[in-house]
Antibody, heavy 121, light 107 residues
Framework: EVQLVESGGGLVQPGGSLRLSCVAS????????MSWVRQAPGKGPEWVSG????????YYADSVKGRFSISRDNSKNTLYLQMNSLRAEDTAVYYC??????????????WGQGTLVTVSS | IVMTQSPATLSVSPGERATLSCRAS??????VAWYQQKPGQAPRLLVF???ARATGTPARFSGSGFGTDFTLTISGLQPEDSAFYYC??????????FGQGSRVEVK
């Protein structure tokens, strides 16, 4: 059974930092690109960042470019999102999402349960 | 690419049909997926490739469309189909864009 378990969310002041983690199990983590997707309260999902299988190629939404950094540790089956210079508009539930086909960038077939990030003073 | 969904909210009776629309600001070929999300849960994949049902998706869910106009039809609505529905385009690599969602109320 595929499982994605996010952690690391919480309350942080504007300008602060947080590091999110996503531990994967139930599939060959080293064969799949992965992404972070967020959802602000009452809004639709927004893709944030994606990582290739090896982590050598990373992509970011314009809204987070230069502030967020995605990485992965394939030895630990873990995906990370380092978030710096946080703003109120970054407040959202952050989901870890798996791509459906190995070694491709297509659609997301499985999501974790999410971790809430609240940016507020 | 902007994905625009309509209607924002749809209220229907059990057993009726719901038709949800998703329009892309430019062509996305057949690369559209649909997701269902219930309160407090993560989105769940229903349809990919515009019309292919994901594993476990009931046959009452059907997707169609190509290019810029896509539809998710839910036939014989059940109370458990009450949820938000989102479309996703995955043609414009390396960016993925969701619609703002349609809420379906079955009552």
């Amino acid at each position: 059974e595929v499982q994605l378990v996010e952690s690391g969310g919480g309350l942080v002041q504007p300008g602060g930092s947080l590091r999110l983690s996503c531990v994967a199990s139930g599939f060959t983590f080293t064969a799949y690109a992965m992404s972070w997707v967020r959802q602000a309260p009452g809004k639709g999902p927004e893709w944030v960042s994606g990582s290739s299988v090896s982590g050598d190629r990373t992509y970011y939404a314009d809204s987070v470019k230069g502030r967020f950094s995605i990485s992965r540790d394939n030895s630990k089956n873990t995906l990370y999102l380092q978030m710096n210079s946080l703003r109120a508009e970054d407040t959202a539930v952050y989901y870890c999402a798996k791509y459906a086909e190995s070694s491709t960038w297509d659609y997301f077939d499985f999501w974790g349960q999410g971790t809430l990030v609240t940016v507020s003073s | 690419i902007v994905m625009t969904q309509s209607p924002a909210t749809l209220s229907v009776s059990p057993g009726e049909r719901a038709t949800l629309s998703c329009r892309a600001s430019r062509t996305v070929s057949h690369r559209v997926a649909w997701y269902q999300q219930k309160p407090g849960q993560a989105p769940r994949l229903l349809v990919f490739g515009a019309s292919a049902r994901a594993t476990g998706t009931p046959a009452r869910f059907s997707g169609s469309g190509f290019g810029t106009d896509f539809t998710l039809t839910i036939s014989g609505l059940q109370p458990e189909d009450s949820a938000f529905y989102y479309c996703l385009q995955y043609n414009n690599w390396p960016t993925w864009t969701f619609g703002q969602g349609s809420r379906v109320e079955v009552k």
